[in-house]
C-alpha cells in the first residue's frame, strides 16, 4: 500500500514538473484562473473586456476633454477595480459597472453598461474621482 502511494506521489511531482515548463506555463496559468475565480471583480472585468466597446457620445465628448484615447480608457480595466455600491448590477437586461483605476496619475472611474443578451459593452461616462462631470447634457 505504502508503495502504491509513493509511486502516486513520484508521478505526480513528474507531471507538475512537466507542467511547469515551456514558454506558456500552463501549471501557473491555471493556478491562477482558480485563484481568480472565487474574485467577484475579476469576473466582472471579464466580462467588460470586449474588442467592440461602443463608445456614447458624452463619453467620447469626455475623452476630447481629459485628452485620452480610447485606449487609455480601455485600459482602466487592466488591475482597475469595481465600485459595487455605485454600481447596478441588478438592472435587466443591461447592468451598470463603475471601473475605478489610476490614469496618468490622476483616479478615473469609467461607467460600463455591460448587456449579456447581446454581450455588448459600452463606455457611457469618463470622470475624475471627486470632480464634478463634464460633457453632461
Excluded at 63 to 75: A, M, Q, R
Excluded at 88 to 108: A, G
Aim: hydrophobic content about 40%.
Amino acid at each position: 500500500m505504502l508503495k502504491r502511494f509513493v509511486l502516486f506521489g513520484f508521478g505526480v511531482i513528474i507531471s507538475i514538473f512537466f507542467l511547469s515548463l515551456g514558454p506558456e506555463n500552463r501549471m501557473k496559468k491555471t493556478f491562477y484562473a482558480y485563484v481568480d475565480y472565487f474574485s467577484i471583480n475579476k469576473r466582472v472585468i471579464t466580462h467588460l473586456y470586449s474588442d467592440t466597446t461602443i463608445f456614447t457620445n458624452i463619453s467620447e465628448c469626455q475623452l476630447v476633454y481629459f485628452g485620452l484615447s480610447k485606449e487609455s480608457i480601455l485600459s482602466v480595466l487592466e488591475g482597475g477595480t469595481v465600485n459595487f455600491s455605485k454600481s447596478d448590477k441588478k438592472k435587466s437586461p443591461c447592468q451598470l459597472f463603475l471601473i475605478e483605476n489610476i490614469i496618468n496619475s490622476k483616479d478615473y472611474e469609467v461607467l460600463f453598461k455591460y448587456c449579456d443578451v447581446k454581450e455588448e459593452v459600452s463606455v457611457i461616462n469618463i470622470n475624475i474621482l471627486d470632480q464634478p462631470s463634464v460633457c453632461v447634457n
